[in-house]
């Protein structure tokens, strides 16, 4: 997929100020090679590609990929439950509205609660088979 049409799968998020809910992970190790985002608004499945991070939106819960389970209160995850995500932007961009580009997208940064509000940014990175998680600040 592209920077432009996996990014349309949060900036949907992001317009109705969905809130998350829920994160569940399939993993051998200590990073996911599947990461499941459910917001009140919709879940959306990431996985790393060998082009970068690829985004789906899941609409049953059946449909989710055997073995995940929660990591709700695994770092960064259970600092972010429950807020609102208010921007999702290519990593390599400082632009966090409007961000575009073409080819893969290798970093993904989403940004709970709005800027004036003691925000928290969450990078998601494709690292090989498995997806690299970090909290910003």
Do not use: C, H, Y
Not at 17 to 45: I, K, N, S
Not at 108 to 119: C, D, G, Q
């Amino acid at each position: 997929m592209s920077i432009q049409t996996d990014l349309q799968i949060f900036e949907r998020s992001v317009d109705a100020r969905g809130r998350l809910l829920r994160v569940e992970a399939d993993r051998t190790g200590l990073t996911p090679r599947q990461l499941v985002l459910t917001f009140d608004v919709g879940r959306v499945l990431l996985r790393p590609t060998d082009d970068g991070l690829s985004a789906a939106i899941v609409e049953e819960r059946e449909a989710l990929p055997p073995g995940v389970e929660s990591i709700d209160e695994e770092e960064p995850w259970w600092r972010v439950l429950g807020q609102p995500l208010t921007a999702a932007w290519p990593g390599g961009s400082d632009e966090t509205e409007g961000a575009r580009g073409s080819g893969p997208l290798l970093v993904l940064k989403l940004r709970f609660r709005e800027e004036s509000e003691n925000p928290r940014i969450v990078s998601l990175e494709s690292a090989g088979s498995a997806i690299r998680v970090a909290v910003e600040g």
